[in-house]
């Protein structure tokens, strides 16, 4: 059982829940929904799911090639699979079948990346998720998604139904606190302003996004005005808004609960130095540079410089304010 | 569109292009074979199979000497499977490739694209004008089939392993829509060396997937040796029949016996077919050699090979 705890002050909440209950309800409207999962039904939190409609939970064992690949068969024949898994092990055993089976024959399955980043902290690297956006952003033709709250966990599979592409979410199971603004849709390849500065830029997805939230207030405080810009969709990439950012503000910082090597700071890297001479801001990219020593997520997260003061420090020192 | 064809290579497309317009050009050609097929008797079933398969092969032959590319001994072992298949057995209609209560067939040794092509063009799904574009720049006909750019094709394959996976996935799908279709699945044998196959056979067997076959293409050989010297697949009908498959096994050169493997499972298992065939069937110098998994006829070879194949 998933329970609601107060991590910080604020309450904070574990993404699966919301998964859960919006894939039920979703399914009980919808008879081409269906669930594939590789032996994960609690980790998946599918208990529910399995208990409303005992027929549409594929359950394929310990198998994550053939998960993938008997998701694309049931997409090919008209269904709509949710094909879940933790993700260390649904993009790394089954990188192959990703990106031939579902990116490249344009089978509309919904890989649901459980628990990623770094969640399963004292499991260590092995059951870490942090290379899944490297990998993910190299193959084309898969939308990649990376809500960081309750909402936009709903929103992304809310729009995986009405979307007929492919598409890769990352469902958090690291406890974070509400950060979209009342209102806000999710849209197909935007990142969302969540808060206006003039400064620097952070640009953070999924579990960072609270935390740049929070480095932006800290920065208020000391006089620099920061802009935080939430990585929802990593693909299709906003490069508008990072190029706006590039020239709006005098550097940006990226974070991520991912390895640094192709993940979101590198994709807005590389935007950045393709501007025309003049716009360009320094970019600081924040993320894992190693496999992680073994320790809880949180502590992880501190290890790796992925607090509100670590951003903080690499916002002011980017921008030159002493 | 054509590339240039090396001059020597002309009289070959010439015969090919005007076996063309004699024989499958018009709309409704599979249903016409479909016709004579049923209406047949059992040799003249195989007369018209043994004919359609010849045409494939000087297809084959014509299209790899032409785009200097291609796999053509796995091409050639299995093209009496395929032809059995898609004149036979599917249910299909080609004029309505998404009919959603078709047979699925998915040819999981995607790099015999070759013999595929043939198939589909002369099964009325593309005209087969557009065969010698086969890895021309910017054909729809890749190396590998591509479902975005050929109808017919259910799923890209190439990268072994992964046919059977999806097949699983289809055979589920029929039975939760309580659809008719059948699903067929073509692996090579070399390629029942993947772990994901087996993932999907216990998978298959576990979930009683009885409206799902797999023919395995048992031509012995691989890219680089024999299976068995390479890493044996013996005593592979015992291990099917363990992973629990009903296991048939037929002479993958003889259509009334793969007519008769393809009939629907009696025993609520899966079914799996391990066709016995030559690789480089038909052509006396390329039987059972493995320098022929992917080298490229001359155009003499060429020549002598369409000769044995009248």
């Known amino acids: 059982m998933i329970t609601e705890t107060v991590a910080t002050e604020r309450p904070s909440y574990d993404n699966r829940k919301a998964f859960a209950e919006e894939l039920i309800e979703l399914a009980a409207h919808d008879d081409r929904i269906v669930a594939v999962c590789n032996d994960s039904v609690g980790s998946s939190n599918l208990v529910g799911f399995r208990k409303d409609f005992p027929d549409r939970l594929i359950n394929v064992g310990i198998a994550e090639q053939d998960l993938i690949g008997v998701g694309a068969g049931l997409a090919s024949s008209g269904l709509i699979p949710f094909v879940c898994a933790a993700a260390p092990f649904l993009t790394g055993r089954g990188l192959e079948q990703i990106k031939a089976d579902i990116a490249y024959s344009q089978h509309r399955v919904i890989l649901c990346g459980m628990s990623p980043g770094m969640a399963y902290g004292e499991l260590g690297p092995t059951h870490h998720s942090v290379e899944d956006l490297s990998w993910l952003r190299a193959i084309p033709g898969l939308d990649i998604v990376v809500p960081a709250d309750r909402l936009q966990t709903r929103q992304a599979i809310r729009s995986a139904v009405d979307d007929p592409r492919p598409m890769f979410i990352r469902v958090g199971r690291f406890q974070v606190p509400d950060v979209t603004p009342a209102g806000m849709s999710l849209d197909r390849g935007r990142f969302q302003g969540i808060r206006d500065g003039k400064d620097v830029t952070i640009i953070a997805t999924g579990t960072m996004v609270s935390r740049a939230l929070d480095a932006a207030d800290i920065l208020e405080a000391q006089g620099v005005s920061a802009r935080v810009l939430n990585a929802v969709y990593l693909a299709p990439l906003d490069v508008e808004a990072i190029q706006v950012a590039a020239r709006q503000t005098r550097a940006i910082v990226t974070a991520e609960e991912a390895n640094v090597a192709g993940g979101l700071g590198a994709a807005v890297a590389s935007v950045v130095a393709q501007l025309e001479d003049g716009a360009r801001s320094p970019v600081r990219i924040l993320g894992l540079t190693e496999f992680a020593p073994t320790g809880s997520t949180e502590y992880l997260l501190e290890h790796f410089g992925l607090t509100p003061e670590a951003i903080v420090d690499s916002a002011k020192e980017a921008i030159g304010h002493g | ?310």
């Open chain 2, 1 to 310: 569109m054509m590339g240039a064809a090396p001059s020597s290579l002309q009289p070959y497309l010439e015969e090919w292009n005007s076996m063309l317009d004699s024989d499958v050009t018009e709309a409704g050609v599979w249903r016409r074979a479909r016709e004579s097929f049923e209406s047949a008797d059992s040799q003249g079933k195989q007369k018209i199979l043994r004919e359609r398969a010849t045409h494939t092969r000087r297809s084959v032959l014509t299209m790899i000497s032409h785009a200097g590319m291609g796999h053509i001994g796995g091409d050639l072992s299995v093209t009496d499977i395929l032809t059995t298949l898609f004149i036979g057995v599917l249910r299909i209609d080609p004029e309505n490739p998404e009919w959603p209560d078709r047979d699925r067939f998915i040819l999981s040794k995607g790099h015999c694209a070759a013999s595929f092509y043939s198939t589909l063009a002369y099964a009325g799904y593309f005209a087969p004008a557009e065969l010698m574009s086969f890895m021309q720049p910017l054909s729809a006909l890749n190396g590998h089939p591509n479902r975005t750019k050929v109808p017919g094709v259910e799923s890209n394959t190439g990268p072994l392993g992964h046919g059977l996976p999806i097949g699983v996935g289809q055979a589920i799908a029929a039975k939760l829509l309580k659809s008719p279709s059948r699903v067929f699945v073509v692996l090579g044998d070399g390629e029942m060396q993947e772990g994901s196959n087996w993932e999907a056979l216990m998978a298959g067997a576990h979930r009683g997937l009885d409206n799902l076959t797999i023919v395995i293409d048992r031509n012995l050989l691989q890219q680089g040796d024999r299976t068995e010297e390479t890493n044996r697949l013996e005593p592979l009908a015992d291990k099917l029949t363990s992973f629990g498959w009903e296991v048939r096994e037929a002479d993958g050169h003889d259509y009334s016996a793969l007519l008769d493997a393809f009939l629907p499972s009696t025993t609520g298992k899966p079914v799996a077919v391990i066709a016995h065939t030559t690789k480089g069937k038909g052509v006396s110098f390329m039987e059972d050699r493995v320098e022929w998994h992917h080298k490229v006829p001359s155009a003499e070879e060429t020549k002598r090979a369409l000769a044995e194949l009248a």
